[in-house]
């Protein structure tokens, strides 16, 4: 599998093209994706899903274009994050002065335990709620996708439709996974999920943004 970081959108999200044989997902899609649409188009790839790790405008502001060149390709977010989703243009426009267009319809909902196939590869949905109710990680063989739930240092913050009590829970459940993994995040650089239990003090001691 090979995992393509890309920069995108107003607040630097890490949109992640991952490719297995020719087929590929998009993980938050966050904003103009002319880059990522030459390398889909370069290489010939099928482009089966993109999946929001939840429903902030800033992780789903470029889904709009990628729907309307690959039409057959499904948009997938958990529905919980359904209301986020819906108020993805008024959150813009009320934090940072955007005008995007409504984002559309999500094809299918995604939930814990759903397993996502591409290629010879398969990816497990887990719900880890509190940055948002909706939010999900990605997980699969030595990697983790976890959106705005866990970043290099930090975790995210819980005042924009999310709890602070589930983002305990949810992180408790990460810590259980195996240190090895290596963790793709929402927002800046990546990191170690091992690194991550014994250095961010989010996960060390009981306090939370």
Known sequence: ????????GPLATNTYLVISQNEAIIIDAGGDMNEVINEIRKNKLSLKYIIATHGHF??????NQLKNEFPSTKF???EKDLGLLKRASSMASTFLNLS????VSPDEYIREGDVIK???NSLKVIETPGHTMGSICVLTNGYIFTGDTLFYG???RTDLGGSEKLLRESLERLKQLQDELIVYPGHGPFTILGYEKVKNPFLTIDILP
């Open 76 to 78: 997938l977010i958990n």
């Open 58 to 63: 800033d992780h789903i502001m470029g889904v």
């Open 118 to 120: 591409i290629g010879e």
């Open 100 to 103: 995007i267009s409504d984002i």
């Open 1 to 8: 599998m090979i995992v393509k970081n890309f920069i995108t």
């Open 154 to 156: 930090t975790v995210g």
